[in-house]
């Protein structure tokens, strides 16, 4: 078995929020977290996006980066980036094999008494990785939640909250207040937390715990700044990415202000260059050239996101393939799509906690008058949408998006 096979075999543990095991893995690593600066990322959506643009404002200011996001699209590798690109399988396998090592003899002498889960083992991977590359800063976004996901060992330089909705909810609670209580436990004393625009109970609670930890707070809307910035045009599309952009624009400019000068082209290149796969992004499917707009909406607010965007460019209603996870909040989801779709197409993620299908499809029938039909496979969800229109939507879960999207490039597919 390889160390990546071990790894993913960890999957069966689930979710354990909680720091003792990472500490526990990092110690005995002897702390690799330590050797770089960082910049931690929460959120409930945009952290990703957030990431991709400060990562690459920071290599376009000559900084060398790691990347740190989750879930990955289709290749575990893609999860730890250097210098904006995925490390090698390769280097992946070796420090796997090496943390996983570290970890057997850790529950050998007792040290470690519950088995790390998935994240916390490739937290600690991405960590070493980013030692062993000499990177002089990495940007971390949180896996899940923040005050007791496996990022939160780090010591950063800046931290941030992009946004604050309703997504995880067994885990985060059922009120936007206390959603943002747990984000905010990425809050550190004396070091920068930037907030991005927030619902007011969830901008009073994290309010709340920055003074408490005192961590001063600065709202990426409401920052005053003497640099003057031309006219540009976002890399990533939406109109959501203008909320994005504040957020990465602000820690651009407390980075440039407390740890490294950076000059206005490069917070610009951050914005106008970065790349974020998946996202809001049309691809070009042969042998007839329809198109296909990828998007990984996986809770309400990205589905939000979504119809506004196709609303914003004035696209009829299309096709929408779609997949969900059991645990998310399917009538929002279809709520916010359903003035978007013409028909929707439900298929099946390729994991254990997916909907069905045909489960899906029920569901869906539900809660709209939009016409719902199920077909299992994604790559036939994509070509029965393009039989019904020239242009197509596939979105909800990354689990399913990130894999189509890679099928379909593999089979000549391209981004337009």
Request: proline residues 5%; aromatic residues 6%; glycine residues 8%.
């Amino acid at each position: 078995m390889t160390a990546i096979e071990r790894l993913f075999a960890l999957e069966k543990f689930g979710i354990k929020l909680g720091l003792d095991n990472i500490r526990t893995v990092l110690a005995a690593l002897g702390n690799p977290e330590r050797a770089w600066k960082s910049i931690h990322i929460a959120g409930t959506n945009g952290k990703g996006s957030v990431a991709a643009m400060v990562e690459c404002g920071l290599r376009a200011g000559g900084l060398k980066t790691g990347r740190y996001t989750s879930p990955h699209l289709d290749r575990i590798e893609e999860r730890v980036a250097i210098n904006g690109k995925a490390v090698d399988a390769e280097t992946f396998e070796t420090v796997t094999a090496h943390v996983l090592d570290v970890i057997d003899a850790c529950i050998k002498s007792g040290t470690l008494t519950v088995p790390p889960t998935f994240f916390e083992v490739s937290t600690a991977v991405a960590f070493e990785i980013f030692r062993r590359e000499g990177v002089a800063v990495a940007v971390a976004e949180v896996g899940l939640g923040g005050r007791f996901d496996a990022t939160n060992v780090l010591t950063p330089t800046i931290t941030a909250i992009t946004s604050i909705a309703f997504d995880h909810e067994r885990h985060l609670g059922h009120t936007l207040s206390d959603i943002a209580f747990e984000k905010a436990g990425i809050a550190k004393r004396g070091v920068p937390l930037v907030v991005g625009r927030l619902p007011p109970e969830a901008a009073a609670r994290i309010t709340k715990v920055a003074r408490e930890v005192e961590a001063p707070l600065f709202d990426a809307h409401a920052t005053t700044t003497d640099r003057k910035y031309p006219p540009l045009t976002l890399a990533l599309p939406g109109r959501h990415q203008l909320e994005n952009a504040a957020v990465a624009v602000a820690i651009l400019e407390r980075w440039s202000m407390i740890a490294t000068h950076l000059t206005t082209a490069a917070i610009v290149s951050g914005l106008t260059n970065c790349e974020w796969p998946a996202r809001l992004e049309w691809l070009r499917i042969p042998p007839a050239n329809r198109e296909l707009l990828i998007d990984a909406a996986h809770n309400p607010a990205g589905a939000a996101a979504l119809a506004s965007y196709l609303q914003d460019t004035g696209s009829r209603k299309l096709p929408i393939v779609f997949a969900a996870m059991a645990d998310k909040d399917l009538e929002n989801m279809i709520g916010a799509l359903t003035p978007i779709a013409s028909a929707f197409i439900a298929t099946t993620v390729p994991h254990g906690r997916a909907r069905t299908a045909d489960t899906l499809a029920g569901e869906i029938r539900q809660l709209t008058a939009v016409p719902v039909e199920a077909v299992a496979s994604p790559l036939d969800a994509v070509a029965r949408a393009l039989e019904q229109s020239k242009r197509a939507v596939a979105c909800g879960s990354i689990y399913m998006i990130g894999p189509l999207r890679a099928r379909l490039i593999e089979s000549g597919a391209t981004r337009i």
